[in-house]
């Protein structure tokens, strides 16, 4: 009471501001403020930073800063004998460690002519697709986890996850850095009733979509957040390079499974999804879509694998020189196209080792798509691009 | 759940694919060149053989008329090569190339065929390769390559950027790592490396600088890197207080 009392007294007698009235104007509009986003910061996916110029909240200027995690892969792999460079490929996009074996088997498979035994290359692409669905489920929990469901629906997809990474390490010993595939094969067979457990798991995978599925498709955030969000056209795509889902959601129909027909991709029968507006939600959608056909390849490939050797005995392990020339091959990563060109001196070593990251070439439009939307969407758009920085940076 | 047998038959022959279908190119290498060099005056391409079995030979364009020959070959509507998946350097050093040949010479009288070995001395140079496909009718790769005169600090070409924008960040990267300088790139700046950084870090010849910290308890030769890196500092007072083998978080 007393207290009261004594304020109001106070308040009363105190005389009114001498101040000229504010303007509605500022110095600090139309200015342009730059922030630095990263390279700290749980959506960037790894240490990756952007200069970003900011109107209010309004991206108006966007530079992605890279070389956080560059070790220069390519340089060890130049210094490393060719099969010495096959367990740093897992280390490259450590999500997708099989598909980067794959890659780079299959180039130095080019560039020293090696055939591969029917039963490996069914493996590798059990493997492959394996590693597709594992990538892309837990990219979706990473997307929705970005626009700020945290935790829940990024358990559930490593629920999954967990289940295939399972699998990888009772094939060859590691969950993410496999190191499995070899110049002409497969490092070693599949133990008893790996194959029924992998049939198993994929055979319930449809269960976890549905279930996923419906947390994205008609979910009213997730429409608000990525509709019309991060747009990009079919012409502009194609000409910087984008490949993978971020390419087929706006309607390019390029599968490099369909196009270069490499593994035994042409024995199965699958479709490739396609997107219709190039946004945010289209990439999303992707993904999901992409997750039913490999579970479709997986079901046809449980069925038609063979027995026999899962090696080609012919290939050198030790002292292991391919002749004289270059190579470049490519396979349809998870993220895109992953492709290793390689010159060969006719030494042990490469004389030219060059990874060619899918998630780096992607970001070449990370600015287009970001201009003109605000903050969190730059979040978004990131997060749907798919990026690994152990491959972007290399 | 019934589980599925593991190992079933294989599948008939008639149904095995067919290998890879990589170069799947329209036309041959001869005739892309002949029709660049016919549709762009004055440009200059050879072929280079690769010799390996990948069988991929590629087109070495001449760099004064190289974005004039990457247009045609993007615009073209038989080739349509709009998709440039992958653009890298190479450093060649300075090379001597033996061939063996076999050529009749008349020897007392007789012909006989002997080996002649010519030595072919290439300067070395550096080489911005670009791997194109078309995204438009499905084949691919074109392999195209410009080199520079030599391995100077200068070292120039013309940056296919305009053409193809998917070579941004992989033409900076090769600045980076190599040291080509890309005529007409819009936004030239060092991508993994710092902006500090000095020295081209892929170049065959790169030396690492010897400023990282040495282990705890050096031994061989790193220790006698550590011997040079901390002699005496006369200079700095207390400096030289800081020997091999000392803890530097000693106790006083």
Redesign the interface.
């Known amino acids: 009471m007393n207290r009261e009392s004594k304020m109001s007294a106070t308040i009363q007698t105190l005389e009114p501001p001498e101040r000229p009235p504010t303007t509605m104007t500022s110095r600090l509009d139309g200015e342009l403020m730059e922030v630095s986003m990263g390279p700290q910061h749980p959506s960037t996916h790894g240490v990756f930073r952007m200069n970003v110029a900011l109107e209010g909240e309004i991206v108006r200027k966007l530079k992605p800063v ?2 956080y995690l ?1 070790r ?1 892969h ?2 060890i792999g130049e210094n490393t004998s060719y099969l010495g460079s096959m367990p740093y490929t897992d280390r490259l996009d450590y999500f997708c460690s099989m598909t980067n074996n794959w890659a780079y088997a299959l180039s130095v498979e ?4 090696i055939e591969v035994p ?1 039963r490996a290359e069914y493996l590798r692409v059990i493997l492959a697709e394996l590693t597709r669905l594992q990538n892309h489920a837990s990219l979706l929990g990473f997307l929705l986890s970005d626009m700020g469901a945290w935790g829940t629906p990024l358990m559930y997809a490593f629920r999954e996850r967990e289940k295939i990474l399972d699998l990888f390490e009772s094939l060859s010993g590691s969950r993410m850095m496999c190191d499995y595939m070899r110049f002409g094969g497969c490092r070693c067979d599949t133990p008893p009733g790996w ?2 457990r992998a ?2 798991i994929v ?1 319930v995978f449809p269960r976890f979509l549905d279930e996923f599925e419906k947390l994205i498709v008609e979910n009213e955030i997730v429409i608000a957040r990525t509709q019309e969000v991060g747009k990009l056209s079919a012409e ?1 795509a ?6 993978g889902p971020m390419l087929r959601a706006c309607g ?1 129909n ?1 599968d490099i499974r369909k ?9 199965f029968k699958f479709r490739v999804p396609l997107g219709e507006h190039g946004d945010t939600y289209d990439r999303l959608m992707m993904r999901a879509l992409e997750m039913r056909e490999s579970v479709g390849i997986l079901q046809q490939a ?7 050797p899962i090696v080609n005995p012919k290939v050198k392990i030790r002292a292991f020189r ?9 396979i349809e990563g998870p993220k895109g ?1 992953l ?1 290793f ?1 390689l ?2 001196d006719g030494g042990t070593n490469p004389y ?1 080792y ?1 990874v ?1 990251p899918p998630s ?2 992607n ?3 990370l600015e287009d798509l970001c201009l003109g939307h605000t903050v969190a969407d730059v979040m978004v758009i990131l997060g749907s691009v798919d990026i690994v920085m152990g491959e972007v ?2 | 759940m019934a589980a599925k047998p593991q190992i079933v038959p294989s599948p008939p022959k008639a149904f095995r694919a067919d290998p890879p279908a990589f170069l799947v190119t329209m036309e041959s290498l001869q005739e892309i060149k002949a029709r660049a060099e016919a549709a762009v005056s004055g440009a200059k391409i050879d072929i280079v053989p690769n010799p390996g079995p990948a069988n991929q030979p590629s087109l070495l364009i001449d760099n004064g008329h190289a974005a004039a020959v990457a247009r045609f070959l993007r615009d073209d509507p038989a080739l349509r090569l709009d998709f440039c998946s992958n653009a890298t350097g190479v450093d060649w050093l300075d090379r001597t190339i033996k061939k063996t040949v076999k050529v009749k010479k008349v020897v007392d009288g007789v012909e006989k065929e002997v080996e002649e070995t010519t030595e072919e001395k290439i300067p070395g140079h550096l080489e911005a390769v670009y791997h194109l496909c078309s995204m438009t009718h499905k084949h691919g790769p074109v392999i195209i390559r410009m080199r520079t005169a030599d391995r100077a600090e200068g070292a120039r070409l013309p940056s296919l950027t305009p053409v193809w924008r998917s070579a941004e960040f992989q033409e900076r990267e090769i600045f980076d790592l190599y040291g080509v300088r890309f005529d007409g790139h819009p936004d030239l700046r060092r991508i993994l490396m710092w902006d500090e950084f000095v020295d081209h870090p892929m170049r065959k010849d790169y030396r690492d600088p010897d400023d990282y910290e040495y282990e705890p308890t050096p031994h061989d030769e790193v220790l006698e890197k550590a011997t040079k890196h901390y002699a005496a500092r006369p200079q700095l007072d207390g400096a030289e207080a800081l020997r091999i083998g000392e803890s530097v978080n000693r106790d006083p």
């Open positions: 890279f070389g560059h220069n390519e340089k080019k560039l020293a002519g029917e194959m029924e049939n198993k055979d502009l194609i000409n910087a390079g984008i490949t390019v390029y196009v270069d027909g490499y593994g035994f991709y042409p024995r449980f069925e038609q694998i063979p027995a026999g391919p002749p004289v020339g270059e190579a470049y091959g490519r196209e492709g060109y010159i060969s030219r060059r060619r780096f070439i970001l070449t439009l940076d290399r």
